[in-house]
C-alpha cells in the first residue's frame, strides 16, 4: 500500500509560473524524499529533507516538511517546460525497513 | 558512473509464458531494489538486496516472482506463469547505505 498522497494529482502552468505540489504521509518519517520521472522514464532523485528540518532548497527547488501535519510540499519556483514530468513523494517505512513508500505522483504539465 | 541499466526495455509476451529481466546496478552500489510501477501509481517496492544476500521482499512478491544477486552485482527478476496483472513497469534502483536510491529507464512487461 502506498503512505503518500500526493495534491493535486495534475497540474497545468504555463512557463515562468510556480508549481507547488502537496504530499501528505501516515505513519512517523525519518525522512522524506521527491522524485521526478519523465514519461516512460525511471526516476530520479531531487531533494531529500530529514525530518529535524523545516524547509530546504536546491536551486529552483523548494521543500518544506511538517511532522506535525505528516505533509510536505515542493515548490517549483520559474517553472520550464522541461520541468513537465510527474513528481513522487517517498517516505522511509518504520521497523528497519530499507524500502521507500511512493505516492501515486502529482502529474505537471508546463505550457511554453 | 554510467548509471543503472536495465534490460530488455521493453517485453511482450503470452499468459503463462516465463519472463527474465536483468538489471546492472551502478558498479560500487551495495544495495540493490526492485520495485513495480503500474499507470498512474507510483512505485511499489518488490524486494531488496545488500550485496548478494536477499533482505527484504514485499508481500506483492507471490511465489511466481523470484529474484537473484547471485555475485551481489547484477541482480534478475524471474516472473514466472506469467498473469495479465503483472503488466506493469519493472524499475531496479541501486544505492550505497544512506544515498537516494537511482533508478534505471525500468522494463515494461505486457502479458497478453
Known amino acids: 500500500s502506498q503512505q503518500g498522497e500526493e495534491d493535486p494529482q495534475a497540474l497545468s502552468i504555463q512557463e515562468g509560473e510556480n508549481a507547488t505540489m502537496n504530499c501528505s504521509y501516515k505513519?512517523?518519517?525519518?525522512?522524506l524524499q521527491w522524485y521526478r520521472q519523465n514519461s516512460g522514464r525511471g526516476l530520479v532523485h531531487l531533494i531529500l529533507i530529514r525530518s529535524n528540518e523545516r524547509e530546504k532548497h536546491s536551486g529552483r527547488l523548494r521543500v518544506t516538511l511538517d511532522t506535525s501535519k505528516k505533509s510536505s510540499s515542493l515548490l517549483i519556483t520559474a517553472s520550464r517546460a522541461a520541468d513537465t514530468a510527474s513528481y513522487f513523494c517517498?517516505?522511509?517505512?518504520?521497523?528497519?525497513?530499507?524500502?521507500?513508500?511512493f505516492g501515486k505522483g502529482t502529474k505537471l504539465t508546463v505550457n511554453p | 558512473d554510467t548509471g543503472v541499466s536495465q534490460d530488455p526495455r521493453h517485453k511482450i509476451t503470452k499468459r503463462g509464458q516465463n519472463v527474465t529481466f536483468r538489471c546492472d546496478p551502478i558498479?560500487?552500489?551495495?544495495?540493490l531494489y526492485w520495485y513495480r510501477q503500474t499507470l498512474g501509481q507510483g512505485p511499489e517496492f518488490l524486494t531488496y538486496?545488500?550485496?548478494?544476500?536477499?533482505?527484504?521482499k514485499s508481500r506483492l512478491l507471490s511465489d511466481r516472482f523470484s529474484a537473484e544477486r547471485p555475485k551481489g552485482s547484477f541482480s534478475t527478476l524471474e516472473i514466472q506463469r506469467t498473469e495479465q496483472g503483472d503488466s506493469a513497469m519493472y524499475l531496479c534502483?541501486?544505492?550505497?547505505?544512506?544515498?537516494?536510491?537511482?533508478f534505471g529507464n525500468g522494463t515494461r512487461l505486457t502479458v497478453t
Open positions: 517517498a517516505t522511509d517505512a518504520q521497523g528497519g525497513s530499507e524500502k521507500l513508500v
Open positions: 558498479s560500487e552500489h551495495n544495495r
Open positions: 534502483a541501486s544505492s550505497l547505505r544512506g544515498s537516494p536510491l537511482h
Open positions: 505513519t512517523s518519517i525519518n525522512n
Open positions: 538486496f545488500q550485496n548478494e544476500a536477499q533482505l527484504e
